[in-house]
């Protein structure tokens, strides 16, 4: 079953997203690699921590206030999502540029279809179940490593595997470092192929609109700033 430990909201700013992470294995693996690729390259910036490595899903907005809502509309959303676990391989570094003076370095792979086809399937049930009245088609899956003083090129690395088993509602504190996990929901489905379902209902409620992050109220995809 689902594991719900919402709390109260610090002053912080907070966002809130919905992410996979990776196993203890793979977070070691890509913690000590980040390390080594962060002195080859001669970066400057702080690592992101282990146990805050992610690939975020869909942004959220900050829910303060609207703790109780997002925990219902979350729980809904999970009900309405009936997939089997699936394997991820992430197998080179690059750099965004996002116009910032930091950039992320980020882990990429290059053959993530099945946990792009898992990110279309959860925004449909989010939309089904009134988070928001669309989510943004852009998807462009990677764990950021770090934010760097410089940009470098894509960088092949050997594959880090893990099976995802379940995704994850995250809150994060801006500027703090620090994330907490709000509730998972377990990967159940036994159909090995990716047919999928997703659940909607007539009258869904699509009135409650604050955790939106556009002026049309969508949910927009993980971007290249977590």
């Known amino acids: 079953c689902y594991v719900l430990i919402m709390e109260a909201a610090a002053l912080a700013e907070t966002r809130c997203f919905f992410a996979v992470v990776p196993d203890e294995e793979a977070r070691v693996r890509i913690g000590s690699l980040a390390a080594r690729l ?5 970066m400057n ?6 146990r805050n490595l992610h690939v975020s899903l869909y942004g959220l907005g ?18 309405r999502v009936d997939l089997p676990p699936f394997e991820v391989a992430f197998d080179y570094t690059a750099s965004f540029d996002t116009g910032r003076k930091r950039s ?3 882990l990429r792979g290059s053959c993530l279809g099945r946990l792009m086809d898992f990110q279309r399937t959860l925004g449909r049930a989010m939309v089904h179940a009134g988070m928001c009245r669309r989510v943004s088609s852009a998807f462009t899956p990677h764990i950021t490593l770090l934010y760097a003083d410089r940009r470098v090129d894509e960088y092949p690395v050997l594959p880090i595997r893990w099976v995802v088993r379940e995704y994850v509602l995250i809150r994060s504190f801006i500027g703090q470092g620090r994330h907490e996990h709000l509730a998972s929901w377990p990967l159940r489905g036994r159909d090995g192929s990716m047919g999928w379902r997703t659940y909607g209902e007539d009258g869904d409620d699509l009135r409650h609109q604050e955790l939106r992050h556009d002026e049309e109220g969508a949910c927009l995809a993980g971007s290249a700033r977590d």
């Open 62 to 79: 900050d829910p303060h206030g609207y703790d109780d809502w997002l925990r219902i509309k979350a729980q809904d959303t999970a009900r």
């Open 38 to 42: 962060k002195a080859a390259h001669r």
């Open 45 to 50: 910036g702080a690592l992101i921590r282990p």
């Open 104 to 106: 992320p370095f980020v």
